[in-house]
């Protein structure tokens, strides 16, 4: 299975016990529903009168399963509240709070500062917002965890050289708590190839920042070879369609590529289809690195205790224990922070 047995302390007994590592994580799907509610009755926002009603449009459902869009579309509730710097904050706080709960101890989250400005806010008192949420949570839990800043696909390549400069003002190097580590672009893959963004990609790596990018949830093997080739990232979020090329396969190998695997989400969008096996397996087989990961804990209705007991049916606990220690290595975190 291309997972090396541990040699160091004994395996936990259960893969709920594993220590954690989160490599991609969503802020505007993973907001605990009991918080997002609240929040939106204080400021009177509640579409719907009940909280058990809010969750089903909170919560992607049965009948919503199989097509990015509709997953996307659960996405423009959590906006109506994440416009105010302090319901940022809160909500980033209590994100960390869940991940922890889950026995995860390094956390990366990311966030698409443009979609929070809305209300007025700067795209650096947004960044601002969520550092400051990931820092209150800091002071409670013994976790470690960073911001990738997101460019959005579908607001062009000029508006994502502005955000990857934010980005590069906020990071991690220039903080002495937490910083942005990462950029990454998300949304609508179609139309959009890796390659329009070459410029803003540059930005983020002569500014110190790791790079990430979704590639291959919507589209083929070609956007994640331009993803490697033209943009120089070194982890890849979902990749499923790479199974499709084995060259890629054995390209991601060589090179030490991560991909940032969120098996439940890529079923619930149609990545992978329905009754195939996920291609964690194969990227196993052939010794790509892998990170198990959430995305969106709330939109897909999911945790890190999940997603590793829905793999613990083919994986041992052991191989599960590996796969988050490898992962380590591979998070943008600066060493230094990820050491204390
Ligand atoms: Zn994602």
């Not at 016990?17 to 009991?34: M, Y």
């Not at 710097?85 to 994100?95: F, L, S, T, W």
């Not at 400069?165 to 991690?172: I, M, N, T």
């Not at 959009?192 to 790791?210: D, Q, S, V």
Request: proline share 4%; with cysteine.
């Amino acid at each position: 299975m291309g997972v090396k047995k541990s040699s160091q302390k004994p395996a936990p007994s259960h893969p709920s016990r594993i220590q954690k590592v989160e490599l991609h994580q969503h802020v505007d799907g993973s907001i605990p529903v009991a918080l997002a509610w609240k929040l939106m009755k204080r400021h009177g926002l509640n579409p719907v009168e009940t909280m058990t009603q809010m969750e089903k449009l909170l919560i992607l459902q049965d009948q919503e399963m199989g097509s990015l869009l509709r997953y996307l579309d659960k996405f423009h509730y959590p906006l109506w509240i994440t416009q105010f710097y302090e319901n940022i904050a809160r909500v980033v706080e209590a994100i960390v709070e869940e991940a922890h709960r889950n026995h995860v101890r390094l956390l990366e989250l990311r966030y698409s500062p443009v979609i929070h400005t809305f209300a007025g806010l700067t795209l650096r008192q947004t960044i601002s917002a969520a550092l400051s949420g990931i820092n209150r949570a800091k002071k409670r839990f013994p976790i470690q965890a960073g911001l990738i800043v997101i460019a959005m696909r579908q607001h062009g390549p000029h508006i994502a050289k502005i955000l990857a400069r934010s980005a590069v003002s906020e990071g991690q190097q220039f903080h002495g708590r937490t910083g942005v580590v990462g950029f990454d672009v998300a949304g609508l893959e179609r139309g959009n190839p890796p390659k329009l963004f070459k410029e803003a990609y540059a930005i983020a790596r002569i500014g110190g920042l790791g790079l990430t990018i979704h590639a291959g949830e919507d589209e083929g093997p070609q956007a994640i070879w331009q993803a490697i080739d033209d943009l120089g990232v070194t982890r890849v979020g979902h990749g499923c369609s790479s199974v499709r090329d084995k060259v890629l396969l054995r390209r991601l190998a060589r090179d030490k590529i991560l991909i940032e695997c969120c098996i439940t989400s890529n079923y619930q969008t149609g990545a992978v289809k329905r009754g195939r096996p996920h291609p964690i397996f194969t990227f196993l087989e052939y010794g790509i690195p892998v990170a198990i990961c959430t995305d969106n804990t709330t939109v897909s209705g999911t945790n890190q205790t999940l997603e590793n007991n829905r793999l613990g049916r083919r994986l041992s606990v052991s191989q599960l224990a590996m796969i988050h220690q490898d992962a380590r290595h591979y998070s943008f975190i600066q060493t230094e922070q990820r050491n204390t």
